[in-house]
């Protein structure tokens, strides 16, 4: 039993702790999964509950074939229950989106203590993209504008959202004709739950159309301004090194962990940690400083931009309160686990909830206000020394592996040239020589139904050992850094040509990206792709393909779905939440593919994601004309003549 | 690795910053920070730091802020392991190490070691820039190589330097191995140095490479009307029209590899003779960035792999080495096997149009005794006689393809040619001599270059070789009336006369706006291309850079605007000039590209103009020198009150005719009195005033518009009676 428990991940500091609660018998995901057993008939779709005549449960023979009370064919209610899962997930990305847009309101208007507006430059370039005029305006009115045009956008009622321009030109035209742009965020979220509402959309074609304008408000809406505000704020993320796991945690530290989704309180812990006044009293308490950690993407945003170590993934914590050296816990949205609150009864972790979006019973609630973050950050910080001397044991397992994260948009287009060459021409022409086969994003959760970390790692050292570069965002990001695939010495996985890349840049044959909000980051990086030339006009003629093989949110679905609306292959592992009606399943897959250029599939075996991932780049590469090796140009003064200078 | 690239490129860029620093402290204490600095004769202050960060450094005081700036360029050595990105870093690293270097080699113009002694020749002039700078721009120099450091053996570095000037790329030389400079092992060998033989040794330490990479600068400046601080463009511009490359021969250390970096960022490739690290992914260069181990017999054509450049030669089947580096090479006396022409015999070239069915391609005849046959030194008659056919020749072109006769034979390493038609002026040289080369070789030559160039109107070519004193007498006689009616049809067309101008926009790979009109009486402002040129290169290449353009409807016959004339213009300056005049400089006038042999400008005082060719590095009546006046006018705008000319238009009947034309000449250098006083002399006595030419001041009458005016009133210059130009 031990072992079956053990193997439910490949991470040797996890197993650890799962031994350690298998020993004190204490419940984690990993043994709940046991315990509590997929509904065959939810997870594929096949059931719905939108309105009391029901549920209507598609069973039995020719299950497919039946009907609803209602007459729903089996295609809308998995059409149906699709929508609802991404408008569940594009509004928690556009939510969080939301809130900084409201704190970059309140820095422009000096009512956020504390922040400030750390990159000029990005919000310059955004309020470009926004037409804010910028010319001889005071830094602070173009933020205002800035933050109230994004604001805008979530409640557009007319038109359509301001970062749809930054798309491939084909891309919008696609997305006009098939009549998916974008309009208001806010307004795209209500509309799918109002069609999927009985009695309206049903149309599994129509339903699904919408489904991916939904998601495109995620991620040209919510998300990108998530990003793009939390790199106004916090800082454009750059190249940094830092660890990763469990072993992180300092026995002789007052260990804060943060977990969650958002930067605005966990950037300024991050920065008030460092207050020697803090330091002093954590030291009059016994412990020798304070070490600030995280899980999750609230981790993620603090070590993209500051080098925090990150204790782990989704599925570790539960287990970093194991090790009964985490003094505080402080989570703010998303992804944060009810059985912490009973957890934390185990020992003297403190469990403080902060969102008033995001209350856990067991959980100590200090309400974060922006208004006034500095003094709150303080305070949980104090809170978490104050509970170090409590500690009752500890048993931190010493693993943990070196990361290089830090790859923002603006990182990568910098490293490719330095300050006065940036541009993407090198990963264009690495593409097009064949070094890099081609771009996989391998993204998205952990999921105890299968094994912990080992689809990521797997996918990953195989991509790049056949010259595909992966870009990592979030839980997968984690899962890949603890195997130390996101240092730059991970090369020696990578195939001759990926590593020639590597070494002439320097870089991890791995990109950290950012947090699961930051998979925008991907979406702009692959347009500058385009812009660049050499590899056709639009996101879907790039040898690129999205994996999501551990997932379990209707985040991820959310996030797989704008990829494929912006013209990717992305395949899902785990499960098919469609997969009892073979039509939705037909029309996601082929009928999107013809609609805009994009397909999503969900494979449960990894080596066939492998192939169609390949197979799908291969067919790329070759409609390119760059899937064979090319005699080299030489340019007589009349070819020089034809060569723009931008 | 890479890695070991950029860590040592970065310790480099660490070492050079920080001597910058020492030697900029030193100089201030000496000199204090209002002490001027700069390269002599220049106008782009230190060109690197001027293009790539706009800052124009004037005096000591003005370096600090730019060290500074490289300073903060300064990234960590990357580290052991976990390292972050570096070649990004090392590319900065590079930009700090030549910003450093360039501020230190315009300390020592003040605080020496003089940059220019011995063989060693510091920053290009400007005037130097511009006439070698145009190369760039036709091509006809198709870029560089930085050679960096010494070869093993001086003969290999002989080899190196005459394949590259085979090639017509330009040999910059800068640094040493282990104290020895491949400059100086070429001097050594008595090879010819300098911008002629486009063997340019800038200086023996490293940090002469920044004239290297200055002279590209400005080139991208002068000639790419790219503005300064535009460093992107600058350094694309560089990629994609300066095909030069890095050469490291022998040990690179750290210095040299920062030097390397900073080269990266133009595009230029290191390719070295040692073994050391590569960084083969292209992107920031066309191709590999740094490819080494490369066998020094191999290391010319790697380089031209892999800065992916293609240089067709034509084969010109003599015993010498041939190209167009070797046309600035002397044949000194005593070097002189034989000479033709010059006070002891006579020599003449002349070329006809014959008919197809009378010519015999590739047939070259010697009627009389070859250059064995006399005592070294000696002097021998000559006459070469070109004989073409071809179904699209036309009687124009002769004295165009005839002219071409010079240029051929001075390419040839260790011939010399001066002149032309009955004053031309041949010396074979005893090196040359005891290669081989015979006479024919001279028509071998001729037949190989004028297929290669003029393939397009010439199907056959046949040269007759003759060195029978009678013989040439003979033809001599014949030839001359030809000459005389050539010049005639020449003299007498005019603007009026043709239906058809030509444009040039040869330039617009640099000047994207700018466009050239061509007309018998205003050829372009380069110099280089007259009407007839124009004609005969649309009839060589009929999608080239020179298009007939119809006059169209006159529109003004006092400004010279034609309707055709100004559509043309719209359309090739992409819609940004709807008018043009080609006879004022007031009203619409020519917009310039960069390569213009002089400029005019306006004196208003004086209501005239004055005129400065390139080669005038001194101050001029209206303020600026040529080099800055240059920046004003060029890159394709129109800029009322100066233009661009070449010095023939000066003394054209159209020249500024719509403002007053030849008369309002006020001022010139006296070099270029000198040198275009024939022309002078004609024109002033078209006016009337005979000693005209006496009434414009030089710089030794005046060098401020206000002695530019008391001088005029002085002479009575005829402006003085003439009205307003405005």
Not at chain 1, 553 to 569: D, H, N, P, R
Not at chain 1, 599 to 611: T, V
């Amino acid at each position: 039993m031990t072992d079956e428990l053990l193997n439910k991940t490949v991470d040797p500091a996890a197993k650890e702790m799962l031994k350690y609660a298998y020993d004190n018998n204490i419940s984690t995901m990993f043994s709940r999964v046991e315990e509590m057993k997929r509904c065959p008939i939810g997870a594929e779709g096949r059931c719905c509950k939108n309105c009391s005549m029901g549920p209507c449960r598609f069973t039995g023979k020719d299950y497919d074939k039946k009907v609803g009370i209602c007459g729903a064919t089996l295609s809308t209610v998995a059409a149906r229950n699709l929508g609802r899962a991404i408008a569940g997930g594009a509004s928690a990305h556009s939510d969080h989106g939301r809130d900084l847009a409201l704190t970059l309101k309140a820095v422009a208007k000096g009512e956020a203590p504390g922040y400030e507006i750390k990159d000029e430059q990005k919000l310059y370039n955004i309020a470009e993209i926004m037409g804010v005029e910028t010319n001889g305006r005071d830094l602070k009115d173009i933020a205002l504008d800035v933050a109230n045009r994004a604001l805008e956008d979530f409640g557009r009622q007319e038109g359509i959202i301001y970062y749809v321009s930054r798309a491939p030109k084909r891309r919008q035209e696609i997305w006009k004709k098939s009549g998916i742009e974008p309009r208001g965020v806010d307004r795209e979220v209500v509309e799918m739950m109002h069609r999927t509402h009985i009695g309206v959309d049903q149309d599994a074609e129509n339903i699904l159309r919408h489904v991916l304008r939904t998601s495109l408000s995620d991620g040209w809406g919510g998300s990108m301004l998530a990003t793009d505000i939390s790199d106004i704020l916090f800082g454009t993320p750059k190249a940094v090194s830092s660890t990763m796991n469990l072993g992180v945690l300092k026995e002789d530290e007052v260990n804060l962990v943060i977990h969650g989704h958002e930067p605005t309180l966990s950037e300024m812990i991050a920065t008030v940690a460092d207050d020697p006044e803090l330091i002093d009293y954590a030291k009059s308490k016994g412990a020798k400083g304070i070490n600030l950690t995280g899980i999750c993407c609230t981790a993620i945003e603090v070590l993209m931009r500051q080098g925090v170590p990150v204790v782990g993934n989704f599925l570790q914590q539960e287990l970093a309160i194991l090790t009964g050296a985490v003094d505080a816990m402080v989570v703010d949205i998303q992804c944060i686990i009810q059985a912490l609150g009973k957890l934390v009864e185990t020992n003297h972790t403190e469990l403080i909830t902060t969102s008033p979006k995001a209350k856990i019973p067991g959980a100590t609630h200090i309400p974060f206000d922006e208004h006034n973050a500095p003094e709150i950050a303080k305070q949980i910080i104090m809170k978490a020394i104050d509970n170090f001397p409590n500690r009752n044991g500890t048993r931190i397992p010493k693993i943990n592996s070196p990361i290089v994260a830090g790859f923002s948009h603006e990182y990568i287009n910098y490293m490719l040239g330095g300050k006065y060459r940036a541009s993407f021409r090198p990963l264009n022409d690495a593409i097009v020589d064949g070094r890099i086969q081609g771009v996989v994003g391998v993204v998205g959760c952990n999921n105890p139904r299968v094994t912990h970390d080992k689809s990521h790692n797997y996918l990953v050292k195989e991509l790049i050992s056949r010259d595909y570069l992966v870009a990592q965002t979030g839980c997968g990001a984690i899962a890949c850094s603890k195997y130390g695939l996101l240092t730059p010495e991970a090369m020696e996985h990578a195939g001759e040509g990926l590593r020639s890349i590597c070494e002439a840049l320097g870089i991890p044959p791995v990109l950290h990206l950012g947090s699961c909000v930051d998979n925008s980051r991907v979406l702009t990086i692959l347009t500058q792709v385009v812009h660049e030339g050499g590899l056709g006009d639009d996101i879907s003629d790039l040898p690129a393909a999205g994996i999501a093989p551990e997932w379990m949110s209707e985040k991820a679905l959310s996030i797989g779905t704008y990829f494929v609306a912006s013209g990717l292959y992305v395949l899902f592992g785990v499960g098919s939440p469609v997969g009892g009606s073979s039509e939705v399943t037909k029309i996601i897959s082929n009928g999107w593919e013809k609609l805009i250029g994009g397909k999503l599939e969900f494979e449960p075996d990894m080596d066939k994601i492998l192939e169609k991932t390949i197979d799908h780049i291969q067919k790329k590469r070759k409609a390119l004309g760059i899937h064979e090796k090319k005699e080299r140009v030489l340019f007589d003064m009349e070819a020089r003549r034809a060569l723009e200078i931008e | 690795m890479s890695k070991i690239i950029a860590s040592a490129a970065i310790r480099g860029a660490h070492q050079k910053v920080k001597e910058a620093q020492e030697m900029l402290d030193k100089a201030l204490e000496q000199f204090g920070p209002k002490q001027e600095v700069e390269f002599p004769n220049t106008g782009y202050y230190l060109p690197i730091i001027y293009g790539i960060t706009g800052i124009a450094i004037k005096t000591l005081g003005d370096m600090q802020p730019v060290l500074d700036e490289a300073e903060k360029l300064l990234p960590p050595i990357p580290k052991e392991k976990t390292w972050l990105p570096y070649l990004a870093n090392a590319l900065d690293a590079g930009m700090a190490t030549l910003f450093a270097e360039e501020i230190m080699e315009a300390i020592k113009y003040i605080m020496g070691p003089n940059p220019v002694q011995g063989i060693w020749l510091g920053a290009a002039e400007d005037m130097t820039l511009r006439e070698r700078g145009i190369e760039f721009v036709d091509g006809s120099a198709p870029g560089f190589a930085a050679v960096i450091g010494a070869t093993p053996t001086n003969d290999m570095a002989v080899k190196i330097a005459r394949e590259l000037q085979q090639k017509s790329i330009y040999v910059f030389m800068s640094g040493n191995t282990n104290g020895k400079a491949f400059a100086e092992q070429l001097a050594e060998e008595g090879v010819d140095l300098g911008w002629e033989t486009r063997l340019i040794p800038f200086g023996k330490e490293i940090g002469a490479t920044v004239y290297s990479a200055g002279f590209a600068i400005r080139v991208a400046l002068t000639f790419g009307g790219v503005k300064p601080g535009d460093y992107r463009r600058i350094l694309l511009h560089n990629k994609n029209r300066i095909f030069a490359f890095v050469l490291a021969l022998g040990e690179v250390d750290d210095e040299k590899y920062a030097n390397a970096a900073g080269a990266i960022n133009f595009g230029f490739p290191t390719i070295a003779d040692t073994d050391i690290p590569a960084i083969l992914p292209r992107g920031v260069c066309t191709y590999e960035h740094v490819v080494p181990s490369i066998k020094r017999e191999e290391i010319v054509s790697k380089g031209i792999e892999v800065r992916g450049l293609k240089i067709t030669i034509t084969e010109v089947p003599v015993p010498i080495p041939y190209g167009p580096a070797f046309e600035g090479e002397r044949v000194r006396k005593e070097d002189m096997h034989a000479e033709f022409g010059g006070t002891k015999s006579k020599c003449l070239e002349f070329l006809y149009t014959k008919d197809l069915t009378e010519v015999e391609d590739g047939k070259i005849e010697l009627i009389g005794p070859d250059v064995d046959t006399i005592e070294p030194g000696a002097a021998m008659p000559l006459a070469i006689i070109v004989e073409v056919a071809g179904r699209d020749m036309q009687p124009d072109f002769e004295p165009i393809l005839e002219r071409q006769i010079h240029h051929f034979t001075n390419y040839g390493h260790g011939l010399l040619h001066i002149g032309q038609r009955d004053i031309a002026w041949i010396r074979i040289s005893k090196d040359a001599y005891k290669s081989g080369f015979k006479i024919k070789d001279i028509g071998k030559i001729i037949h190989a270059k004028m297929h290669s160039d003029f393939g397009a109107i010439l199907d056959k070519v046949q040269v007759k070789l003759y060195t029978d004193e009678k013989k040439v007498e003979e033809l001599l006689k014949l030839a001359k009336p030809v000459y005389k009616i050539r010049d005639d049809r020449i003299g007498a067309l005019t603007d009026e006369s043709v239906d058809t101008f030509y444009s040039c926009t040869l330039c617009q790979s640099f000047a994207p706006n700018h466009v050239c009109i061509i007309s018998p009486e205003r050829p372009g402002l380069c110099g280089a291309y007259n009407w007839l040129d124009g004609k005969a290169s649309f009839q060589i290449n009929p999608t080239g850079p020179n298009q007939p353009v119809k006059k169209g409807e006159l529109l003004d016959n006092h400004l010279g605007m034609w309707k055709g004339v100004n559509d043309f213009v719209y359309k090739t300056s992409h819609q940004t000039l709807s008018t043009f005049s080609a006879y004022s400089m007031i009203q619409d006038p020519m917009t310039s590209c960069g390569c213009f042999e002089t400029i005019v400008a306006v004196l208003p005082m004086t209501g005239g103009v004055m005129v400065v060719p390139r080669e005038h590095p001194d101050m001029t009546p209206c303020g600026m020198k040529f080099s800055t006046l240059a920046g004003s006018v060029g890159g394709g705008v129109q800029t009322p009150g100066f233009i661009g000319v070449s010095k023939f238009f000066l003394t054209s009947k159209k020249f500024i005719k719509a403002d007053g034309g030849f008369k309002r000449l006020v001022w010139m250098p006296k070099m270029m009195k000198e040198e275009i006083k024939e022309a002078l002399q004609r024109r002033s006595e078209e006016i009337g005033t005979p000693d005209f030419i006496d009434k414009i001041a030089t710089e030794e009458d005046a060098v401020t518009e206000e002695e530019v005016l008391e001088f005029i009133q002085k002479v009575g210059h005829p402006v003085l009676e003439m009205e307003s130009m405005f």
